[in-house]
Nanobody
Framework: QFQLVESGGGLVQPGGSLRLSCAAS????????IGWFRQAPGKEREGVSC????????DYADSVKGRFTISRDNAKNTVFLQMNSLKPEDTAVYYC??????????????????WGQGTQVTVSS
């Protein structure tokens, strides 16, 4: 059974950091591009970052460039999103998703096949 499980969300003050994890079970994550998406109340889901399989090409939304870093640990079958210098506007439910595509990743949520249940990130003082 394909399953993605996000963890690492929580409440953090502005300027703080969190590291989100996306752990896969039932399939080998290395064969998939992985994307991180977020959805704030009343807003559409938006792409945050993505990483391709094996060669690890990455992409970031302009709003998070220089603050967020995506990485993968194939031995642990897990993808991470390190979030630094967090801002209140980063508050959202964060989702990871998997796309069976080689050598590249995309920030288009409609192309992703498998989704986790999401983890809440709240940035507030």
């Amino acid at each position: 059974q394909f399953q993605l499980v996000e963890s690492g969300g929580g409440l953090v003050q502005p300027g703080g950091s969190l590291r989100l994890s996306c752990a896969a079970s039932g399939f080998t994550l290395n064969y998939y591009a992985i994307g991180w998406f977020r959805q704030a109340p009343g807003k559409e889901r938006e792409g945050v970052s993505c990483i391709s399989n094996s060669i690890g090409r990455t992409d970031y939304a302009d709003s998070v460039k220089g603050r967020f870093t995506i990485s993968r640990d194939n031995a642990k079958n897990t993808v991470f999103l390190q979030m630094n210098s967090l801002k209140p506007e980063d508050t959202a439910v964060y989702y990871c998703a998997a796309l069976p595509r080689f050598g590249m990743c995309v920030m288009d949520a409609t192309q992703y096949l498998y989704w986790g249940q999401g983890t809440q990130v709240t940035v507030s003082s």
